[in-house]
């Protein structure tokens, strides 16, 4: 593994003339969630990885740096209390977008909706109304997740991976559960 070097303006990562990718485990430490999570929202289709998808057993995910940057926002509105169902739609909303595009984003939410502002005067009238609780500014996301990924492993993009190389899944949420850590030592060999 290799480290990653420093971000573009934009904040997309390269390695040489490729892009480079993130694994899951990277994903889950620069973001600060669970691998758990992390792999229901891939396989709901909340955040699916951009870069490669796993696509067997075997293989294994890699996101790019505009999918962490989705998923610390997921993260930071669930931790809010806003319905799976209401991420989703503002989620879907942010997908089209690239990343420069997103720096300029500010999300507001009243804890049920989430409302999409570009300018500190849409903050500011949205707030008058009464109704925006708090906000995510997704620039300051995306420089805690460069600095994160200043001390995280990333992979290039177009490198074939290594097929006989063993995939070990990261450990058990919680030491209660106890299944999850047997099929994970069970894998590990």
């Known amino acids: 593994m290799h480290e990653p070097r420093d971000p573009g303006p934009s904040g997309e990562q390269q390695a040489g003339d490729g892009e480079v990718g993130y694994r899951g485990v990277t994903a889950c ?10 792999d229901y929202w891939a396989r709901t289709a909340l955040v ?9 057993s075997g293989t294994s995910r890699l996101y790019s740096f505009r999918d962490l940057v989705v998923l610390k926002v997921v993260k930071r509105l669930l931790d809010a209390g806003v319905s799976l ?12 977008r690239g990343v420069d595009d997103l720096a300029g984003i500010t999300l507001i939410s009243d804890g049920t909706t989430v409302y999409e502002c570009r300018s500190p005067e849409e903050v500011v009238d949205l707030l008058q109304g ?8 997704i620039g300051g996301a995306f420089k805690e997740i460069q600095g994160s990924l200043s001390h995280l492993p990333a992979e290039p993009v177009g490198v ?17 559960d106890e299944l999850a850590a047997r099929r994970a030592r069970r894998r590990a060999g």
């Open 29 to 38: 430490s620069a973001v600060g969630i669970s691998y758990r999570q992390l």
């Open 48 to 56: 699916v990885p951009s870069v490669r998808d796993a696509s067997g």
């Open 85 to 96: 169902q209401n991420i989703r739609k503002a989620i879907e909303a942010l997908r089209s």
């Open 130 to 137: 009464g109704q925006g609780v708090f906000g995510i500014a």
């Open 160 to 176: 074939p991976e290594q097929e006989d190389a063993p995939v070990v899944e990261p450990e058990a949420d919680s030491v209660g």
